[in-house]
């Protein structure tokens, strides 16, 4: 066996085995707090349009004559976009959830669910009136 002392240069298989663990190591802990991240990023989607429907449901029940919030039976996802138009939402066509408003009482509720990362849990956030967002279920921790 030949060492490096009779002046051949390069890596011994044990240096390699060695990095390729220490990288295997570093990839076990940095790809879950990736998908963590990602999943967090994409409930911004979420957020934003119920906020938005928190104020176009206060200006619909200001002008209705009833005094009543928008209600529909509808789902408002990428696939149909202009399920609520009566309150000017439109819904972008990459969206990734699906949205209803459903009337409670005098209130509405507006919901948001999406599978964000494909492992069959379901990412959900809600919010009434108060225009307070409640994560009913977070895919991101799961």
Same mark, same amino acid.
């Given at each position: 066996?030949?060492?490096?002392? @009779?002046?051949?240069?390069?890596?011994t298989?044990i240096?390699? @085995? *060695?990095?390729?663990?220490?990288?295997? *190591?570093?990839?076990?802990?940095a790809i879950?707090?990736?998908? =963590?991240?990602?999943?967090?990023?994409? =409930?911004?989607?979420?957020?934003?349009?119920?906020? =938005?429907?928190v104020?176009n =449901?206060?200006? #619909?029940?200001?002008?209705?004559?009833? +005094?009543?919030?928008?209600?529909t039976?509808?789902?408002?996802?990428?696939?149909?976009?202009n399920? #609520?138009a009566? *309150?000017? *939402?439109?819904?972008?066509? +990459?969206?990734?959830y699906s949205?209803?408003?459903?009337?409670?009482?005098?209130?509405?509720?507006?919901t948001?669910?999406a599978?964000?990362?494909g492992?069959g #849990?379901?990412?959900t956030?809600?919010?009434n009136?108060?225009?307070?967002?409640?994560?009913t279920? +977070?895919?991101?921790t799961?």
């Open positions: 066996m030949r060492s490096r002392a @009779m002046g051949h240069k390069g890596f298989l240096e390699l @085995m *060695i990095v390729v663990v220490i990288i295997g *190591i570093l990839a076990a802990l879950p707090r990736f998908s =963590q991240a990602t999943v967090k990023t994409r =409930q911004s989607e979420a957020k934003l349009l119920l906020k =938005q429907v104020t =449901q206060l200006l #619909f029940r200001a002008v209705s004559p009833t +005094n009543s919030y928008y209600s039976g509808a789902v408002a996802s990428a696939a149909t976009p399920a #609520f009566a *309150i000017d *939402i439109e819904i972008p066509p +990459n969206a990734l949205y209803t408003i459903a009337l409670a009482g005098a209130d509405y509720v507006a948001a669910t599978d964000l990362d492992d #849990f379901i990412d956030w809600t919010t009136s108060g225009g307070v967002l409640n994560n279920q +977070n895919d991101a799961n």
